[in-house]
């Protein structure tokens, strides 16, 4: 079955980094879109960044456009979010997502985020 398994969340200072990954199982990784999106404490759902099935074009939400990078290995079925520039706004739960612009069917846990001094 789909497995979708982040790691790499923790607690950041402000202005600092963290790389978050998602192991991808049960699927075609390759031929999937992905998506990453968070939810902040009291928030709704969040979209953060998604990505093409071979990683030709990304997109991202405006509150992070320019400090969150999105990528993919698709040899190892690791979806990847470098994030820079943390902000105490970017705490938060993120998760993976199987699916992009014809819609989401597969969610992982999420790995949490706590940016703070």
């Known amino acids: 079955q789909v497995q979708l398994v982040e790691s790499g969340g923790g607690l950041a200072q402000p202005g600092g980094s963290l790389r978050l990954s998602c192991v991808a199982s049960?699927?075609?990784?390759?031929?999937?879109?992905m998506t990453w999106a968070r939810r902040r404490p009291g928030k709704g759902l969040e979209y953060v960044s998604g990505?093409?099935?071979?990683?030709?074009?990304?997109y991202y939400g405006g509150s992070v456009k320019g400090r969150f990078t999105i990528s993919r290995d698709n040899a190892k079925n690791i979806l990847y979010l470098q994030m820079n520039s943390l902000r105490p706004e970017d705490t938060a739960v993120y998760y993976c997502?199987?699916?992009?612009?014809?819609?989401?069917?597969?969610w992982g846990k999420g790995t949490l985020v706590t940016v703070s001094s």
């Open positions: 049960g699927f075609t990784f390759s031929g999937s879109e």
């Open positions: 997502a199987k699916g992009g612009n014809y819609g989401i069917d597969y």
């Open positions: 990505i093409y099935s071979d990683g030709s074009d990304t």
